[in-house]
């Protein structure tokens, strides 16, 4: 079974320093897509950055990188630079195909700011 | 601007008064799905679409219906609902399985 863990409930983070989101997974498939999703108190889920599998090279998004660790079935979510608008609900998801039925989510990682 | 918009956004009723959420999409995805947000629980999927009538179970359908007539549409139906349904809904479209899935604002739901 396809299952994601976010063993971070909350995380907080001053104001401009770099932090880090903890996400691991468990499959048996070896091509799939992973997802950091952002979800601000207006409760809108926001992609933030997406990974693919067969890709050895890290996502980055601006000030937001991952650390894909394809054996270890790690990925996590750096934050540079954090800024009061990065305060959200972050949900890894992992996704395979061929399938519509496949997309699943973390628990979450509430992140605060300090400002 | 490419979305997925879902009306209403706040409802609150009644347990077994019949209730339609509906989601609609511009953006040609032809894969939907329905998901329902519960606090420590993340996200799971009730229902899904590949195609115009071509639906199927997620992971908690139970309490719940779905119709894919048209490619742009796909509501989600509560024939009786229930307390245990009160939540947090999302719905999702995307070009194809693999691919990223957009998000609607989010409908939460209240039943007395």
């Known amino acids: 079974a396809q299952t994601v863990t976010q063993s971070q409930p909350e995380m907080s983070v001053q104001e401009a320093e770099t932090v880090t989101l903890s996400c691991t997974y468990d499959?048996?498939?070896?091509?799939?897509?992973l997802f950091w999703y952002k979800q601000p108190p207006s409760r809108q889920m926001i992609l933030v950055i997406r990974?693919?599998?067969?890709k050895q090279q890290n996502a980055t998004e601006n000030r937001f990188s991952v650390n894909f660790q394809k054996a270890a079935k790690s990925f996590s979510l750096k934050i540079s630079d954090s800024q009061l608008g990065d305060a959200a609900m972050y949900f890894c998801a992992y996704r395979w195909g061929p399938g519509a039925n496949n997309l699943f989510f973390g628990t979450g990682t509430r992140l605060t700011v300090i400002p | 601007e490419a979305q997925v918009t879902q009306n209403p956004r706040y409802l609150i009723t009644v347990t077994g008064k019949k209730l339609t959420v509906t989601c609609s999409q511009n953006m040609n995805h032809e894969y939907m799905s329905w998901y329902r947000q519960d606090p420590g629980l993340g996200l799971r999927q009730i229902y899904y679409?590949?195609?115009?009538?071509?639906?199927d179970k997620g992971d908690v359908p139970e309490g719940y219906k779905v119709s894919r007539k048209e490619k742009r549409n796909f509501p989600l139906i509560l024939e009786s609902p229930s307390p245990n349904q009160t939540s947090l809904y999302f719905c999702?479209?995307?070009?194809?399985?693999?691919?990223?899935?957009?998000f609607g604002p989010g409908t939460r739901l209240l039943v007395l």
């Open positions: 679409s590949m195609n115009v009538e071509v639906t």
């Open positions: 499959t048996s498939e070896s091509d799939y897509y």
């Open positions: 999702a479209s995307s070009l194809n399985p693999l691919q990223t899935q957009y």
């Open positions: 990974q693919e599998a067969y």
